[in-house]
């Protein structure tokens, strides 16, 4: 299994999978909210209110629905719309198995030592062992790839003192 994944919005997917990964992401967020699972009453927890029943269609356009009504939600999504279109798909990897102990920061500093100062744009945690790094360029993607597979391939002196061993 890889721990790296080339984001791309227009591939092919399994809908298994995207309901397994929804599952996993929903479970997440109530663990961050303070959610009680054992809860009888889980679907009316207050917390989760302001969350229940809005369908995203696009995360990227902002567009929300709300199911009770049918209707688009009146949120105001301005902000978190203007962070996401600034998005490019084809220039983000994530990153998974990660030590706990590594920061944006460091992730930024192994990467630019690797690719150059100005080869990443902005680094999103997951949660303390993932992160979407998001490159300044497609061709940052293709090159960490190559290199990531270069080294996992072979365990070699250099392939261990490599800074991408950090993260690999």
Known sequence: MHRFLNWNSGSEHE????????????????????VDFNSNDFPQNEKLQKYV???????????L?????????TKNLVASKAKCNS?????????????????????RAILNKVFGSSSIK???????????????K?????????LKDKLEMGKNPISILHPLSIIL
């Not at 029943?53 to 567009?63: A, E, P, T």
């Not at 998005?87 to 992730?107: E, H």
């Not at 902005?122 to 998001?134: K, N, R, W």
Request: charged residues 15%.
């Open 15 to 34: 809908a298994g999978y995207d309901a397994f990964m929804t599952g996993c992401v929903f479970s997440q967020v109530c663990s961050n909210l303070g």
């Open 53 to 63: 029943n809005h369908l995203y269609l696009s995360w990227v356009n902002g567009d």
């Open 65 to 73: 629905i709300d199911l009770t009504t049918g209707k688009v939600a």
């Open 87 to 107: 998005f490019v798909f084809s220039d983000m990897i994530l990153l998974w198995g990660l030590l706990p102990t590594l920061r944006a920061n460091d992730i």
């Open 122 to 136: 902005t680094i999103y945690h997951l949660d303390e062992t993932a992160a979407f790094v998001e490159f300044s």
């Open 138 to 146: 497609a061709e940052f993607v293709s090159e960490f790839l190559k």
